[in-house]
């Protein structure tokens, strides 16, 4: 391990990285605003209970993969590993649970304790959005279709949707039923994790992606025929929906996704760019129960992972369209012009120029090595001959020109020469 490494699974993101995050959050305030949604900020830990009744017990995530911790005062705290939990916590003290709707997106850190693999971390970052408090195939068509057009915007067009319906909660019965029955006679060939599954839940093991268990998986019942009319129905109008605003997908009737939490709608958006951990979206229709409500919180939503989200930018050669503005680097010689340039920075920052002074007492020669190092656009000299004049010299670090002006001319000069680069 060199030493300036964080703990696996975690990743410093430096400035020279940075844009290409800002842009990806820009993108999301920009599209998801078309939407009437706005941003909504929850700890980054919960009381564990949130995550134990809100994604489900025998979930993976919860058994496996959370970071829970006791704190001083003696509670369960957990890291948050999802995004949805946390939020409909927050809604239950908003009107949501009266029909009214709430339209909101989040941005964070999260948290799994998974194995570190190519796009799969222990800290990663998703972009989430959720539509609570009300149920229509509509809505959950049309935030299938602001995912859509947030990745055109981010330059993302050739993704694949893969979408599925979970039915009712009250339809599960029969499909499991029948899923219990044929899985029960093909366990023998099946991997060990499904030979559980089978007992825990037996959705799970649709979803399995050992080699063993495939052809298997392949020839079992879809559970979507043993659904009620109205959750059939539900899906159908879903489907037109999307037909309607032209957007492409697969019906992948062994997608049941990882959380317990969702009911009817289910989707993917995976992308061939990426290896195994292909899935850059994810998310459905939800009633998800926490902590001492009765009543479950509805709504639709999915999350994206970021990394996943630039991992397939970097594979489709995008380029960030945000830069950083380069500086102007203000040398001073000696006492009095190192003084005198503190005062000029603060002048045109007033300005909105991006400056760096030199503070300490250097050489030309280091100076002028900073200028470089910082990628300078004009570099403003000034010793004791430059305090007495009342002038500086400007030198473009591009050409090497050189003019000396006052100082209100000099300020002039700068405002329009970044005017002309924006
Ligand atoms: P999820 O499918 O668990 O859903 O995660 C959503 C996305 O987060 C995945 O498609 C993937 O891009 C990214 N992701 C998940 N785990 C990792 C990891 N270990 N490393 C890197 N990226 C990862 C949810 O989290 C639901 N809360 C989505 C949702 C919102 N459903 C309804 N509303």
Known sequence: MAKNSPPPGTSDIFPSDIHAWQELEQSANEVFSLYGYEELRTPVFEYTEVFKRGLGDDTEVVQKEMYTFEDRGGR??????????????????????????????YIGP??????????????????????????????????????????????????????????????????????????????????????????????????????????????APDPSSYFSDESKDYFKKVIDALDALDIKYKIDTRLVRGLDYYVHTVFELVHSGLGAQNAIAGGGR?????????????????????????????????????????????????????????????????KSLPVISEVEQKSMKAQMRTANRISATYAIISGDDEVANKNFVCKNMETGEQSEFSEDKLIDFLTNKYEEEK
């Open 76 to 105: 369960s705290l957990t890291l948050r590993p999802e995004g949805t939990a946390g939020v409909m916590r927050a809604m239950l003290g908003t009107d949501v649970m009266n029909g009214n709707e709430q339209r909101v997106f």
């Open 110 to 219: 999260m948290f799994r304790g998974e194995k570190p693999a190519a796009g799969r971390k222990r800290q990663f970052h998703q972009i989430g959005v959720e539509n609570i408090g009300r149920k229509s195939p509509l809505l959950d068509a049309e935030s299938i279709a602001m995912l859509i057009q947030y990745l055109e915007e981010i330059g993302i067009n050739d993704s694949e949707l893969l979408i599925n319906t979970r039915g009712a909660q009250s339809d599960r019965k029969p499909a499991e039923d029948a899923l219990k029955a044929y899985f029960s006679e093909h366990i023998d060939t099946m991997c060990d994790d499904c030979k559980t599954r089978l007992e825990n839940n037996v959705w799970r093991i649709l979803d399995c992606k050992s080699r063993d268990c495939q052809s298997s998986i392949d020839s």
């Open 286 to 350: 939800y009633e998800l129960f926490l902590p001492g409500s009765k009543k479950p919180v509805i709504g639709v939503g999915y999350a994206m992972g970021m990394e996943r989200l630039l991992m397939v930018r970097e594979s489709l050669n995008i380029e960030t369209k945000l830069k950083s503005i380069k500086p102007i680097y203000l040398v001073g010689l000696g006492e009095p012009a190192i003084m005198r340039n503190i005062k000029l920075a603060a002048l045109l920052r007033i």
